[in-house]
């Protein structure tokens, strides 16, 4: 089984300070990670995924995120925070040989990210 | 990439009333999609999904329905709405080798 943890409900971040969203996950074999970002009354949008090579994956918007094999996690980060960052955001994994349908992608509960001016 | 229609964006039916929600996929071909249902804008809760025409997957027992007649249109259906089945509703293409999921832009549903 694989499950992700996002362990913060909610982030306040003031404009032009870094941000760090955090991630933990759990798969049997090798996992493949990914964040989205969710605007209000809007689908989720891909931001950035690491499936293999080098750990600091870079994305959209400037966010990067650092896969840390030890300790399971997969933490989102940005040098410096925008308002218009501001959103809610997931991360996601699925086991690398694991198949399609209910054994895609597994998703943490969100973590609301809030940009203050 | 890919990209995911869906419609209406909105909706208010009464209860007891039938339910149409529709997805299409356009830039891939024999995709995996998905149904899911967010309330109060936080987590994902799986709902269906399909690996083919025909072939569709329940996660969780419920008033919904789910059909796939062509290859990139997915159908959310239910005969008689309830209170509990307000909440968003998105539909999502998977592409196979990575599980990277493309959404659409979500449904909005209210029962009254």
């Known amino acids: 089984a694989q499950s992700v943890a996002q362990p913060e409900d909610q982030v306040n971040v003031a404009e032009g300070n870094p941000l760090t969203v955090k991630c933990t996950y759990s798969?049997?074999?090798?996992?493949?990670l990914f964040w989205y970002v969710q605007y209000p009354n809007r689908g989720l949008q891909f931001l950035l995924k690491?499936?293999?090579?080098?750990?600091l994956v870079k994305g959209s918007y400037g966010f990067e995120a650092e896969f840390n094999k030890s300790q399971t996690s997969f933490h989102l980060k940005k040098p410096s925070a925008l308002v218009s960052d501001s959103a809610l955001y997931f991360c996601?994994?699925?086991?690398?040989?694991?198949?399609?349908?209910?054994?895609?992608?597994?998703f943490g509960k969100g973590t609301h990210l809030i940009i203050q001016p | 990439s890919q990209t995911i229609h869906q419609w209406p964006a909105t909706l208010v039916q009464p209860v007891g009333s039938p339910l149409s929600l529709e997805c299409t996929v356009e830039?891939?071909?024999?995709?995996?999609l998905y149904w899911y249902r967010q309330a109060a804008g936080r987590g994902l809760q799986l709902l269906f999904y399909?690996?083919?025409?025909?072939?569709i997957s329940s996660e969780v027992p419920q008033n919904l329905s789910a059909s796939r007649p062509q290859d990139r249109q997915f159908i959310l259906s239910s005969k008689k709405l309830l209170l509990s089945d307000s909440g968003f509703y998105l539909c999502?293409?998977?592409?196979?080798?990575?599980?990277?999921?493309?959404f659409g832009e979500g449904s909005r549903l209210t029962v009254l």
């Open positions: 690491y499936i293999t090579g080098d750990n």
């Open positions: 798969v049997s074999g090798n996992p493949y």
């Open positions: 830039g891939t071909s024999n995709p995996n």
């Open positions: 999502a293409s998977g592409v196979i080798y990575t599980g990277e999921l493309f």
């Open positions: 399909s690996v083919g025409i025909g072939q």
């Open positions: 996601a994994v699925r086991d690398k040989y694991s198949g399609g349908g209910a054994d895609g992608l597994t």
